[in-house]
Nanobody, 124 residues
Framework: QVQLVESGGGLVQAGGSLRLSCAAS????????MGWFRQAPGKEREFVAA????????LYAGSVQGRFTISRDNAKNTVYLQMNSLKPEDTAVYYC?????????????????WGQGTQVTVSS
């Protein structure tokens, strides 16, 4: 079992920045990949970013490439999502997820554990 708790969401103006954190517990954190997804009202959950278990491999959705950075600190059992140049269309609930058997992909079906989500609202 893996427990995930997100934090760092909030309200920010367009062009601003936020850093989300996701603290993991329950299994050896450095043994599995992590991802971030988001879901806006009335829309499907969509992939944002993923990172391999060592942190060397990362993957981004085209809509956030160059603005968002995923990273992890295995000593702190935490994955981060640094979000810069935020846009109103980034408004969503952001979820972190653990892929304990794979390398971290863009498919939500590959992920085994999910956090409860944290709200990010970007005002124009």
């Amino acid at each position: 079992q893996v427990q995930l708790v997100e934090s760092g969401g909030g309200l920010v103006q367009a062009g601003g920045s936020l850093r989300l954190s996701c603290a993991a517990s329950g299994r050896t954190f450095s043994n599995y990949a992590m991802g971030w997804f988001r879901q806006a009202p009335g829309k499907e959950r969509e992939f944002v970013a993923a990172i391999g278990y060592t942190g060397r491999r990362t993957l981004y959705a085209g809509s956030v490439q160059g603005r968002f950075t995923i990273s992890r600190d295995n000593a702190k059992n935490t994955v981060y999502l640094q979000m810069n140049s935020l846009k109103p269309e980034d408004t969503a609930v952001y979820y972190c997820a653990a892929d304990v058997y794979g390398l971290g992909s863009g498919s939500s079906h590959e992920y085994d554990y999910w956090g409860q989500g944290t709200q990010v609202t970007v005002s124009s």
